[in-house]
T-cell receptor, first 113, second 113 residues
Framework: SQKIEQNSEALNIQEGKTATLTCNYT??????LQWYRQDPGRGPVFLLL?????KEKRKERLKVTFDTTLKQSLFHITASQPADSATYLC????????????FGGGTRLMVKP | KAGVTQTPRYLIKTRGQQVTLSCSPI?????VSWYQQTPGQGLQFLFE???????NKGNFPGRFSGRQFSNSRSEMNVSTLELGDSALYLC????????????FGSGTQLSVL
């Protein structure tokens, strides 16, 4: 069966360190993968998109990698800040699936000052 | 530019009733998707509309339906409510077709008693 897995346990790190979040998937061949941030009581906010033929994408302090052989994406936040504390969701889109995204369960990140 | 607007923000219904939720996408966006979010199942795709046509549908019973109007505004309806329908219902819009990042509203929190 198809699965998208993110670490369900919260990730606690110290301010200034790099946070690394993992998204693993099985039995999918995604056209691309997206990362979203969600704060309590709010809808997800788009952060980064990486396509199947791309290995790495960067945006300011954010970096995402995509390994279609390992079926894994890593999401990095460098120089983390308490304001980065939120739940981070990865989402896959398959070919010919319009805007239908399949989401992982999310990982809660807590950055302590 | 105004974001995605969902109304109402909170809703309390009883089992057996029906409910209609509304979504106004960002101006110029033609694709509207609906997602259900629960603590146990996470974010799950309900359906997507593009130019008033349903383009994709998730694995939900027929009690869940939706429509899109010519101004791209969308409504979703749930009939014969069940306790398990209690969830945060999120609407997301995007410019056109696939490979577009989604802009989510803050959602409608539905409680079924």
């Amino acid at each position: 069966s198809q699965k998208i897995e993110q670490n369900s346990e919260a990730l606690n790190i110290q301010e200034g360190k790099t946070a690394t979040l993992t998204c693993n998937y099985t039995n999918y061949s995604p056209a691309y993968l997206q990362w979203y941030r969600q704060d309590p009581g709010r809808g997800p906010v788009f952060l980064l998109l990486i396509r199947e033929n791309e290995k790495e994408k960067r945006k300011e302090r954010l970096k995402v990698t995509f390994d279609t052989t390992l079926k894994q994406s890593l999401f990095h936040i460098t120089a983390s800040q308490p304001a980065d504390s939120a739940t981070y969701l990865c989402a896959l889109r398959l070919n010919n699936a319009g805007n239908m995204l399949t989401f992982g369960g999310g990982t809660r990140l807590m950055v302590k000052p | 530019k105004a974001g995605v607007t969902q109304t109402p923000r909170y809703l309390i219904k009883t089992r057996g009733q029906q409910v209609t939720l509304s979504c106004s996408p960002i101006s110029g966006h033609r694709s509207v998707s609906w997602y259900q979010q629960t603590p146990g199942q996470g974010l799950q795709f309900l359906f997507e509309y593009f130019s008033e046509t349903q383009r994709n549908k998730g694995n939900f019973p027929g009690r869940f339906s939706g429509r899109q109007f010519s101004n791209s505004r969308s409504e979703m309806n749930v009939s014969t409510l069940e306790l398990g329908d209690s969830a945060l219902y999120l609407c997301a819009s995007s410019l056109s077709g696939a490979r577009e990042k989604l802009f989510f509203g803050s959602g409608t929190q539905l409680s079924v008693l």
